[in-house]
């Protein structure tokens, strides 16, 4: 029998259906459940004494009359009373009855005993009377959770601590009360933070709170409150609802209180869409109300440096430090450590895999942990070049190639996949709530643990769980399938529905948020009780942001608004970032009178000038007005010159209005896209190139160079050479044979491009192509699929979104199959009649082919 089961259960033959109904939510290999026949199993004392209960981690007792009386029972709690009392077993009492757990003089003297024992497990974590089953469940989930915890050697940065050991201080006696520390995610920014404040404060907790540039004082204040003090919902409801004069003064005193515990803050700077957008100009405010000390008080972790101008306004409060990623000898010498640990036989390791996993993960200590453990896993190393971008100086590739190897170890496991994407709505998550939402047919510990080992969660702290900085913006384009899609909308729904019940206080505040988050992104019209008067504009704000980019065009929208009425809570960069979403989102609801309100107030500040003209060329290229949209294009790259994320930015739209004109200047816009690729070589960039060849070469072949068929071959190479190329050059190739007129051809690659990468755009565009062929079989096929995706709820998200262009799409295959156009209004009730008149119009004009 094992002897490695972190769990033990203490129950008599009595209640042991109910200790198994409890076990049923928990991995088999966690728990000792010896005897389901009380005094008869006796005969194995030595086994538990000895192994079982030394080595488990967790003493879960089913107190109760009959645990009382079962000599098995007294035994396993008095051994475990001394283990708990050198706190190396964590107890966890439930009462499945009302029996009384403190002695009374009516009981047997000779149980005087048990009830001494039980006084010692009463100290940590004890039921109400009469639990439930799925009461015990939540709090045997909450006690085991700590297991999952993913341990690993830990890389000592000493120069690091040094260098912030001199930064940080102030004068000889004090030290900036607030520091800075920037640098790429899994650099081990917060690792050397801890490491640093244990000089300090060995005992001290450090509290991570998230903050994003649409975050606000009070709802920064509140969260420091819950995770630091332990606020409930009652606490936090008095907090929410007082009136607070100077709200930055609040989060000030409450750090300060968090440092008077023993105890320090970090903001840990977290994104909505991107990671490039500065935190929030309060932030400056608070940092100067903090007072110097004996130690910081606050650290800020970003990716972004510690701007000038921040550094400026707070010199008297404020340090920074860079944490740069680290030399390849260095991580050589961990990977060694990392090897030791996690594979069961390190001797299989040989210098050249050694040394394409530490080349892989481009000086990033989280990076090559998450490599490491996953190459520990494989039997066969002949595969790893599939977990890594080995000939790759690109980090962004070697991460893009390991997602993808990742994702392809779940394509069999659902509910690890619903938990991806429910934690991409709601993020971070209690792990009870985890449950709830999820409601997996495995164990909620075997699908955390899976996608743990795999790197693509982190344990954010006790119990709650986070998507890890790898999966920024890949999730949509390399897991999610039509069929996850038509369940989230159903999860976030139901999981409104649970009522929430809080334990011990953990996570009070964060555990609203996620009823917030899923109420908003759910698009439902009431909140739970209890959560409702905890929304503020910042949710609001960052909920449209998210609808905006799912393409829930009107929800997003109608948040934004509310937010955007209330933009004077936010500082200026929130507030430009707000007044840009809300044009966007207005111009794609065509709500162009707000989207010229947005417009000019931009265009009335120096700063934002840029952003006004690049918001005006994509209203123009939303009313399909490309020579106005140019030439607002190329006023924002004038503008912006210098500003390499806004460029990049522009160049993709200006690239696409460009190829849209009538008669593009070719030489013009292919110098352009190799502007582009000389900012940064992505995915875009890298088919920009050869799509302008594509279209030079078929549009206009008189001005084109003589080796025009060299540069679309050689471009198209290296795009097709990229790890994250996906269905990039299978889109090129369908383009490419439709401007042959080969459209079965077209349509066979766009069936390669939706293999590859599911995204409803790519359906949209091979509908597209089967109409416009002028192939009857073709259009008739475009008609049915149409008219079967309409009804279809895998669709049913996407299907507003697109269906002007999809009513467009079904007019063309009604005018190839000669049917009446009438049938659109059946087709696409949602549009107005003037829309529909519009389309008609359009697609009476169009010169299509007939075969």
Same mark, same amino acid.
């Given at each position: 029998?094992?002897?490695?089961?972190?769990?033990?259960?203490?129950?008599?033959?009595?209640?042991?259906?109910?200790?198994?109904?409890?076990?049923?939510?928990?991995?088999?290999?966690?728990?000792?459940?010896?005897?389901?026949?009380?005094?008869?199993?006796?005969?194995?004392?030595?086994?538990?004494?000895?192994?079982?209960?030394?080595? #488990?981690?967790? *003493?879960?007792?089913?107190?109760?009359?009959?645990?009382?009386?079962?000599?098995?029972?007294?035994?396993?709690?008095?051994?475990?009373?001394?283990?708990?009392?050198?706190?190396?077993?964590?107890? +966890?009492?439930?009462?499945?009855?009302?029996?009384?757990?403190?002695?009374?003089?009516?009981?047997?003297? @000779?149980?005087?005993?048990?009830?001494?024992?039980?006084?010692?497990?009463?100290?940590?974590?004890? #039921?109400?009377?009469?639990?439930?089953?799925?009461?015990?469940?939540?709090?045997?989930?909450?006690?085991?959770?700590?297991?999952?915890?993913?341990?690993?050697?830990?890389?000592?940065?000493?120069?690091?601590?040094?260098?912030?050991?001199?930064?940080?201080?102030?004068?000889?006696?004090? !030290?900036?009360?607030?520091?800075?520390?920037?640098? *790429?995610?899994?650099?081990?920014?917060?690792?050397?933070?801890?490491?640093?404040?244990?000089?300090?404060?060995?005992?001290?907790?450090?509290?991570?709170?998230?903050?994003?540039?649409?975050?606000?004082?009070?709802?920064?204040? /509140?969260?420091?409150?819950?995770?630091?003090?332990?606020?409930?919902?009652?606490?936090?409801?008095? +907090?929410?609802?007082?009136?607070?004069?100077?709200?930055?003064?609040?989060?000030?005193?409450?750090?300060?209180?968090?440092?008077?515990?023993?105890?320090?803050?970090?903001? =840990?700077?977290?994104?909505?869409?991107? @990671?490039?957008?500065?935190?929030?100009?309060? $932030?400056?405010?608070?940092?100067?109300?903090?007072?110097?000390?004996?130690?910081?008080?606050?650290?800020?972790?970003?990716?972004?440096?510690?701007?000038?101008?921040?550094?400026?306004?707070?010199?008297?409060?404020?340090?920074?430090? =860079?944490?740069?990623?680290?030399?390849?000898?260095?991580?050589?010498?961990?990977?060694?450590?990392?090897?030791? !640990?996690?594979?069961?036989?390190?001797?299989?390791?040989?210098?050249?895999?050694?040394?394409?996993?530490?080349?892989?993960?481009?000086?990033?200590?989280?990076?090559?942990?998450?490599?490491?453990?996953?190459?520990?896993?494989?039997?066969?190393?002949?595969?790893?070049?599939?977990?890594?971008?080995?000939?790759?100086?690109?980090?962004?590739?070697?991460?893009?190639?390991?997602?993808?190897?990742? *994702?392809?170890?779940?394509?069999?496991?659902?509910?690890?996949?619903?938990?991806?994407?429910?934690?991409?709505?709601?993020?971070?998550?209690?792990?009870?709530?985890?449950?709830?939402?999820?409601?997996?047919?495995?164990?909620?510990?075997?699908?955390?643990?899976?996608?743990?080992?795999?790197?693509?969660?982190?344990?954010?702290?006790?119990?709650?769980?986070?998507?890890?900085? /790898?999966?920024?913006?890949?999730?949509?384009?390399?897991?999610?399938?039509?069929?996850?899609?038509?369940?989230?909308?159903?999860?976030?729904?139901?999981?409104?529905?649970?009522?929430?019940?809080?334990?011990?206080?953990?996570?009070?505040?964060?555990?609203?948020?996620?009823?917030?988050?899923?109420?908003?992104?759910?698009?439902?019209?009431?909140?739970? %009780?209890?959560?409702?008067?905890?929304?503020?504009?910042?949710?609001? *704000?960052?909920?449209?942001?998210?609808?905006?980019?799912?393409?829930?065009?009107?929800?997003?929208?109608?948040? &934004?608004?509310?937010?955007?009425?209330?933009?004077?809570?936010?500082?200026?960069?929130?507030?430009?970032?707000?007044?840009?979403?809300?044009? /966007?989102?207005?111009?794609?609801?065509?709500? !162009?009178?707000?989207?010229?309100?947005?417009?000019? +107030?931009? @265009?009335?500040?120096?700063?934002? =000038?840029?952003?006004?003209?690049?918001?005006?060329?994509?209203?123009?290229?939303?009313?399909?007005?490309?020579?106005?949209?140019?030439?607002?294009?190329?006023?924002?790259?004038?503008?912006?010159?210098?500003?390499?994320?806004?460029?990049?930015?522009?160049?993709?739209?200006?690239? =696409?209005?460009?190829?849209?004109?009538?008669?593009?200047?070719?030489?013009?816009?292919?110098?352009?896209?190799?502007?582009?690729?000389? /900012?940064?070589?992505?995915?875009? #960039? &890298?088919?920009? &190139?050869?799509?302008?060849?594509?279209?030079?070469?078929?549009?206009?072949?008189?001005?084109?160079?003589? @080796?025009?068929?060299?540069?679309?071959?050689?471009?198209?190479?290296?795009?097709?050479?990229?790890?994250?190329?996906? #269905?990039?050059?299978?889109?090129?190739?369908?383009?490419?044979?439709?401007?042959?007129?080969?459209?079965?051809?077209?349509?066979?690659?766009?069936?390669?491009?939706?293999?590859?990468?599911?995204?409803?755009?790519?359906?949209?565009?091979?509908?597209?192509?089967?109409?416009?062929?002028?192939?009857?079989?073709?259009?008739?096929?475009?008609?049915?699929?149409?008219?079967?995706?309409?009804?279809?709820?895998?669709?049913?998200? %996407?299907?507003?979104?697109? $269906?002007?262009?999809?009513?467009?799409?079904?007019?063309?295959?009604?005018?190839?199959?000669?049917?009446?156009?009438?049938?659109?209004?059946?087709?696409?009730?949602?549009?107005?009649?003037?829309?529909?008149?519009?389309?008609?119009?359009?697609?009476?004009?169009?010169?299509?082919?007939?075969?």
């Amino acid at each position: 029998m094992s002897n490695m089961f972190p769990i033990f259960f203490s129950v008599s033959s009595t209640d042991i259906a109910f200790a198994e109904e409890v076990s049923k939510k928990l991995p088999d290999d966690w728990i000792y459940l010896y005897s389901k026949t009380g005094e008869e199993g006796a005969h194995m004392w030595d086994e538990i004494s000895h192994k079982e209960l030394p080595q #488990s981690q967790i *003493f879960i007792i089913f107190w109760s009359k009959s645990y009382i009386a079962a000599t098995g029972c007294v035994r396993e709690i008095l051994q475990a009373k001394d283990l708990v009392q050198k706190a190396s077993l964590k107890p +966890l009492v439930l009462r499945l009855d009302d029996t009384p757990i403190t002695w009374q003089d009516d009981h047997e003297e @000779d149980g005087k005993p048990v009830f001494e024992a039980l006084g010692t497990m009463l100290q940590y974590r004890t #039921s109400s009377p009469k639990v439930t089953v799925q009461q015990a469940i939540d709090l045997v989930e909450r006690v085991a959770e700590p297991i999952l915890r993913s341990d690993h050697p830990r890389m000592p940065r000493h120069d690091l601590q040094q260098t912030l050991s001199r930064v940080v201080k102030k004068d000889r006696f004090t !030290y900036y009360p607030a520091t800075w520390v920037s640098g *790429f995610n899994g650099v081990g920014r917060e690792t050397l933070i801890r490491d640093f404040s244990r000089s300090f404060t060995p005992n001290g907790r450090g509290f991570v709170i998230e903050v994003n540039e649409a975050s606000l004082p009070k709802q920064t204040w /509140l969260r420091i409150e819950s995770q630091a003090f332990g606020a409930d919902h009652e606490r936090l409801k008095q +907090l929410n609802d007082s009136v607070v004069i100077d709200e930055i003064k609040a989060v000030a005193d409450t750090i300060e209180r968090v440092f008077a515990a023993g105890d320090y803050v970090i903001l =840990r700077h977290s994104r909505i869409v991107e @990671d490039r957008v500065d935190l929030p100009g309060w $932030l400056d405010d608070v940092v100067n109300a903090l007072s110097p000390a004996t130690r910081p008080k606050l650290f800020i972790i970003s990716q972004i440096p510690l701007l000038a101008e921040r550094r400026a306004r707070c010199r008297v409060s404020i340090s920074a430090q =860079r944490v740069p990623a680290i030399e390849e000898h260095q991580l050589t010498e961990f990977c060694y450590q990392l090897i030791g !640990y996690f594979d069961k036989n390190p001797g299989r390791w040989d210098d050249e895999e050694i040394q394409s996993i530490v080349h892989a993960s481009g000086g990033s200590v989280g990076f090559l942990v998450s490599l490491v453990r996953a190459a520990s896993g494989m039997e066969d190393f002949d595969q790893i070049d599939k977990l890594v971008a080995a000939d790759s100086h690109n980090m962004a590739a070697s991460i893009t190639t390991y997602v993808r190897w990742a *994702f392809s170890q779940l394509r069999d496991f659902e509910d690890e996949q619903r938990t991806l994407l429910f934690l991409n709505d709601v993020s971070p998550c209690d792990i009870i709530d985890l449950e709830k939402a999820i409601s997996p047919k495995r164990s909620m510990f075997r699908v955390l643990g899976k996608l743990l080992e795999l790197g693509l969660i982190e344990r954010e702290s006790e119990s709650l769980y986070r998507l890890t900085p /790898l999966l920024a913006n890949r999730l949509n384009r390399d897991l999610i399938r039509p069929s996850l899609l038509v369940w989230q909308r159903e999860a976030l729904v139901g999981f409104l529905k649970e009522p929430i019940e809080i334990y011990d206080n953990e996570n009070s505040y964060l555990r609203i948020e996620s009823r917030i988050q899923a109420s908003l992104l759910a698009q439902t019209d009431e909140l739970p %009780n209890g959560v409702a008067n905890f929304v503020s504009a910042a949710h609001w *704000f960052q909920a449209g942001i998210r609808l905006y980019h799912a393409r829930h065009r009107e929800s997003a929208y109608r948040l &934004l608004k509310k937010a955007y009425l209330k933009r004077a809570e936010f500082v200026t960069a929130s507030r430009v970032e707000l007044i840009r979403y809300f044009c /966007l989102s207005a111009t794609r609801n065509r709500k !162009y009178e707000d989207a010229e309100k947005c417009i000019i +107030l931009l @265009d009335n500040v120096h700063q934002t =000038r840029g952003m006004a003209s690049f918001l005006r060329a994509d209203m123009f290229e939303y009313k399909g007005n490309f020579p106005q949209a140019v030439k607002e294009y190329k006023r924002s790259i004038q503008i912006n010159e210098g500003k390499d994320h806004r460029l990049e930015r522009t160049y993709r739209p200006l690239i =696409r209005c460009l190829l849209a004109l009538s008669h593009p200047d070719f030489v013009e816009t292919k110098n352009y896209a190799i502007k582009w690729l000389k /900012l940064r070589q992505t995915i875009f #960039s &890298l088919k920009a &190139l050869p799509r302008v060849y594509l279209h030079w070469k078929y549009r206009d072949p008189s001005s084109a160079p003589a @080796d025009i068929n060299r540069l679309y071959s050689n471009a198209l190479a290296d795009l097709e050479r990229d790890p994250g190329v996906g #269905s990039a050059h299978f889109e090129l190739k369908a383009e490419e044979a439709e401007f042959s007129g080969d459209f079965d051809g077209a349509v066979d690659y766009m069936e390669k491009a939706i293999e590859t990468d599911p995204r409803f755009e790519l359906r949209s565009e091979r509908w597209r192509l089967m109409a416009k062929s002028g192939v009857l079989e073709l259009a008739n096929r475009a008609i049915d699929e149409l008219e079967a995706a309409r009804n279809d709820s895998k669709y049913r998200d %996407n299907w507003l979104p697109f $269906l002007p262009a999809l009513a467009e799409i079904y007019a063309i295959a009604l005018k190839i199959t000669k049917q009446s156009y009438g049938a659109l209004n059946t087709f696409s009730p949602q549009l107005s009649s003037d829309e529909i008149g519009h389309i008609i119009a359009r697609v009476k004009r169009l010169s299509l082919p007939a075969r």
